[in-house]
């Protein structure tokens, strides 16, 4: 079982900069896959962002290549998502997952085991 809180939305003008936090806690983190989603207003949730439970193999949407970078501190239990250069369509509720039993990561929502409850990003133009 991995408990998943999300941090670090709010408000951000086009051309800023936030870092998501995604903190974990029960047992799994460490051989987890986690991966980073979001959904805008009326749309439906999209892949993001994953990195393998060793903190390799990280893996972007098109959209958000070479702008934002996953990593993770196993011994903080905690995966990040930097995001630069942010653009209005970025604005979105941002979700981690985790995926159990150092599998890979993937883009796709129904192979992960656990959500946190999403943080909201809102980006101004």
């Known amino acids: 079982q991995v408990e998943l809180v999300e941090s670090g939305g709010g408000l951000v003008q086009a051309g800023g900069s936030l870092r998501l936090s995604c903190a974990a806690s029960?047992?799994?983190?460490?051989?987890?896959?986690m991966g980073w989603f979001r959904q805008a207003a009326g749309k439906e949730r999209v892949f993001v962002a994953a990195?393998?439970?060793?903190?390799?193999?990280?893996t972007y949407a098109d959209s958000v290549k070479g702008r934002f970078t996953i990593s993770r501190d196993n011994a903080k239990i905690t995966v990040y998502l930097q995001m630069n250069s942010l653009k209005p369509e970025d604005t979105a509720v941002y979700y981690c997952?985790?995926?159990?039993?150092?599998?890979?990561?993937?883009?796709?929502?129904?192979?992960?085991?656990?959500w946190g409850q999403g943080t909201q990003v809102t980006v101004s133009s």
């Open positions: 990195i393998n439970w060793r903190g390799g193999d990280p």
């Open positions: 997952a985790a995926r159990g039993g150092r599998l890979s990561p993937s883009p796709h929502e129904h192979d992960y085991n656990y």
């Open positions: 029960g047992r799994g983190f460490s051989t987890s896959a």
